[in-house]
Every structure is written in C-alpha cells, then in structure tokens.
C-alpha cells in the first residue's frame, strides 16, 4: 500500500504499512482498485452521456464509490470487499447503457477489467495492480492527477450529502464522469490538468450551493443559536458526522421516548436550522473535534453513530455501542441503511445513560451567510468607522498531528478590532472563546459560519462584502487561514483558487502530493502560503 491522501502522511510522505488514520493495506489497496474500476464506470457512463443516454443509479454509485474512499469513511475489510463486485456490476451496467461491448478490446483497460466470480483472496492481490501513485512516469503530472481525484473526492462527498436531500444536479454529473475519466488517458498535459482541476473548483461551487439550497429548503435558514455543551440526565445517543437528513430521522423517532440526542464533531450546526431545533429530543452538543472521540467516548453510557466520514477505532469500552450509516463502516459495528434507529433507540436506553446532568458550557453557531449578511450595514458601517480593521477566516480541518495549536494561537492573539468567521471542526481547536472575543458593536468577534459543507457561506460572505466596498474579494480587508486534513479540504481549496483568492495560508503542513514544480506554480499564480511557526508573527505580517 501507499497512500499520501491525508494531511497525515506518515514522514510528510505516505503510509506504507499501515495508515496513520487506522486503515490497513488490503483496505488501501482495495480502495485503490475501487477508484481504477469507477474510473473505467465513469469512462462508459461518460459515453453513455455524450450520446444523451443517463441513469441516475450509475451517476450516485460513481459518488458514493469516490466518497466511500475518503479518509475516515470506512474499515470494514468484508463490506468494502462486497463494495468491489458490486463496482463490476456497475461496469456492465453502465457498458450496457453506453452500448458498448467491454470485451471488444478497444476501450481503457479500466472499463473492460472484470472481477466477477473472484474470491476473496484473489481480489485482494488484483487490488495490488492499480496503486493511484503509479499512472504517470512524469511526477507533475502524477501530482496534478491525485489533486484532482482528491478534489473529486470531496466534490463526491459534498455531492453525496446533497443527493440523501433529493438535490442532483446534471453539471455536477457530467463533470465527475468525465474527468474522473479522463484521468485515464496517457497524453495528458500539465496545462491540461490544472484546467482540469480549476473547473473542479469552479463545479464544486455549483455543488456547494445546491447543498446549501437543499438544506435551507428542507430545514429552514440557519440563525444565531446557542447550544448547551454537555449532557443531561436520561439515555443518550450521540451522533457525529455530516449528514443532517439522518439526524431529522433519529430526532423524529426518538422524540416518542425519553432518550436525548447529543451531536458531534461537525453535526454542532444542526443546532442552528430551525426545523431541527424543534424536536424537543435534540438536547445539546457532546464533546469536541472528531479526532478526539476515543477518549471522550470512553466509558460514555451512550449509543454513538457514525453518518459519514471522521470515525475512528472504537475502544472496546463503547464498541459495543458504535453504528454506522450510509457507506461508513468499521468492523464489528453495526450498519443501518433504513433510517430504523429503533435498535439504537432500544441500546440507549438499555445502557441506562446519565444519573445527572453533567455540567455544561455555551457554544454559538448559526452564522450562516444569511445571518451574516442581515446585519452587513453594521459590518460595513465597523469598516468604515474603522472599528473593524480586518476579517479572518479561520478553519477547515482538525486533524491530532502536532503544530494545529498554532490556529488557535492565531485567534486568541488576533487583535480585537478584528472579526474572525470559522467553519469545519477546525473550530472546536478556539471556540471555546467565544465569549471572552466579546463584540465589535453587536458583531460577535466570532462567527461559526457551520460545517465544511457550509464553506458556500463564507464564499457568499466575501463575495458581497466585496460587492458592498465595490472591490474585489482580493482587495478586502479579509484572509483566509484554512487548516486542512482530508479530501474535503482540497477541493474547498481549489473553490478558493478558481475564485482567484490569493494569499491563503495553509497547514499544518502542505499536502504531500504536490511535488515541488507544483507547489511553486500554486505559490506563483495564487500566493499559497505555508503556515509559519510562530501566529503572532504571521499576524504582523498581515495586518502590516
């Protein structure tokens, strides 16, 4: 195995024995040959589509294949194996619905390649044949070919929470079919592949929006919430992950009985939509940041499922207690694809849950782009009085590696005529300080703009800010300091520099994919800027 996808990598270069994130090698390597057999369904899809003929089912397996191999979706040796031999049925379906014949020897290898009637063993050595580091001699061309399909992994994802909301979209479609495609012809220039990955960026945005759209639509407009931060007495159950229809359904079942359901990790703005705020079971947010759900768990008298990517080895204290949706898996636990959460209903109340409250603290989410720009007469009126200097956005990804503390130093110490927005888990690394932040004239010093989905409101944000001092988003008293970890985060970036903002920090490292001819292009064109070591000098820097 080697994979390099994550901000991990072991050395700064890739796992190759075992995976920082838990993964084994038969996982990685099936992974690897998951994306080879979605690539050749994607070349026929794409055929099928160039010829006006479509199916959706083809369109959500090629996302769910490219999402089921994100980083921290799914261990499960015996379901990803199945995973495999049903991406074989998919090849024929989608060679069928192109009218193509797969043994006629004149199409990629990976179109034609077939599993069926393999064992178990014998996948796991053809999974060694397609390790997605090795399809180009020339290294930066290599580097831009895993940008993209890691952009097209968090596109997927972001395509993925959208469809469980009934939202598609044909351009996205179109677009992952034919340049996950793509990536199999040998002749590929650089040039070819940055505009590749620009126009990931670029239908990324579209994707973010129609996510936005569905979740307004089904959910209503965030608002400034407060959320109580602990646990009450009474069963408990607690969900973390991304995918807020699974939480409406939990909510809905267990508002009939006496169990409280806590959210975590990136599911803390759910508080913020006011169709979920009314099931009176939602009783607060439980823990931190995903990566440190082994010790808070522990010992924990709850139910916990798991909905999308971020899970992690559960500790034998609480394995017993771990559930999984959708394509999430880790062995052992128990996967439920029919939103019937009576058996986690049925454990959380077995397990007897809290004696008594436990204590709590206050969090604010909610501070979507709407809510932001309700109030934008204030925020340009701070600017020009100048008692706002300068807007931050920091966020993103956490992750455990060493030098992440370097985010919250940079809030803590940013001055207070300054805003900060934040969004994604790399939140929970300061926003405890919340209310010691205070105000800028009504405007709270801190903003949780939501999830990593929510990454469209930022967009929103700055775009009509710019609109607002008639200028443009680079000439906003505004920067971006963006934490990254996995697939997710790269394609956000791409977003950004399709956008043309330049001047992004980011870290804790850069991605171990980017060759150094990259890497100086990215620093040429978009001004990407490594973290430094020290934030108090890094803000000197920007503010001047």
Not at 237 to 265: A, C, P, R, W
Not at 436 to 449: A, C, F, H, K, N
């Amino acid at each position: 195995m080697f994979c390099n996808q994550c901000e991990q990598a072991h050395h700064g270069v890739g796992c190759d024995k075992i995976a920082i994130c838990g993964k084994p090698e038969p996982i990685a390597d099936l992974f690897d040959l998951i994306l080879y057999q979605t690539k050749g369904i994607s070349w026929l899809n794409n055929k099928a589509r160039e010829n006006g003929k479509k199916d959706q089912k083809i369109d959500r397996f090629i996302i769910e294949s490219l999402f089921l191999t994100v980083t921290n979706v799914n261990f499960d040796e015996k379901r990803v194996l199945a995973w495999t031999k049903t991406a074989d049925e998919y090849l024929g379906k989608a060679a069928d619905l192109a009218g193509i014949d797969r043994t006629a020897g004149d199409i990629p290898h990976a179109a034609a390649l077939s599993v069926k009637g393999m064992s178990d063993a014998e996948l796991l050595a053809e999974s060694k044949k397609y390790p997605i580091t090795d399809f180009n001699e020339n290294e930066d061309i290599q580097s831009l070919m895993q940008l993209l399909t890691y952009g097209l992994k968090g596109l997927a994802a972001y395509a993925e929470h959208a469809a469980v909301l009934g939202s598609t979209d044909d351009m996205v479609n179109d677009y992952i079919s034919s340049s996950f495609s793509s990536l199999l012809e040998k002749d590929l220039t650089v040039d070819e592949l940055v505009g590749l990955n620009m126009k990931c960026g670029e239908v990324n945005i579209r994707c973010m929006e129609m996510l936005n759209e569905a979740h307004i639509s089904h959910f209503g407009t965030p608002e400034p919430t407060e959320v109580l931060a602990g646990a009450k007495k009474g069963p408990a159950i607690v969900v973390s992950g991304h995918d807020l229809f699974m939480l409406e359904k939990l909510l809905e079942q267990t508002d009939k009985t006496d169990v409280n359901v806590y959210t975590h990790g990136e599911m803390l703005p759910a508080h913020g939509y006011p169709k979920l705020k009314e099931h009176k079971s939602l009783a607060g947010h439980f823990g931190t940041a995903w990566q440190n759900q082994q010790k808070e768990f522990d010992g924990q008298p709850a139910a916990f499922i798991f909905n999308t990517n971020c899970i992690q080895e559960p500790k034998k204290s609480y394995m017993d207690r771990v559930y999984t949706t959708s394509v999430v898996g880790w062995p052992g636990s128990t996967n439920i694809d029919d939103h019937d959460y009576s058996q986690v209903i049925e454990k959380a109340k077995a397990l007897g849950g809290y004696d008594s409250d436990l204590p709590t603290t206050k969090l604010m989410t909610g501070f979507g782009h709407d809510a932001i720009l309700n109030v934008a007469d204030k925020i340009i009126a701070g600017v020009k009085s100048g008692d706002i200097k300068h807007f931050f956005l920091v966020g993103g990804c956490d992750g455990a590696k060493p030098g992440r503390n370097y985010f919250t130093d940079f809030v803590e110490q940013s001055p207070k005529d300054t805003v900060t927005m934040t969004l994604a888990c790399g939140k929970f690394r300061f926003n405890h300080l919340q209310e010691e932040m205070g105000d800028i004239g009504g405007i709270p010093r801190l903003l949780d703009v939501g999830q990593c989905n929510d990454a469209y409101s930022a967009v929103r944000v700055a775009t009509a800010l710019a609109d607002a001092f008639e200028c443009g988003v680079n000439d906003l008293p505004l920067s971006m300091v963006i934490s990254w970890y996995e697939q997710k985060a790269v394609v956000v970036l791409l977003s950004l520099l399709h956008l043309g903002i330049k001047g992004i920090r980011l870290g804790p490292t850069l991605p171990a994919f980017i060759t150094p001819n990259i890497l100086d292009f990215l620093v040429q064109n978009f001004d990407i800027k490594p973290i430094g070591n020290s934030a108090k000098a890094d803000l000197e820097e920007i503010l001047g």
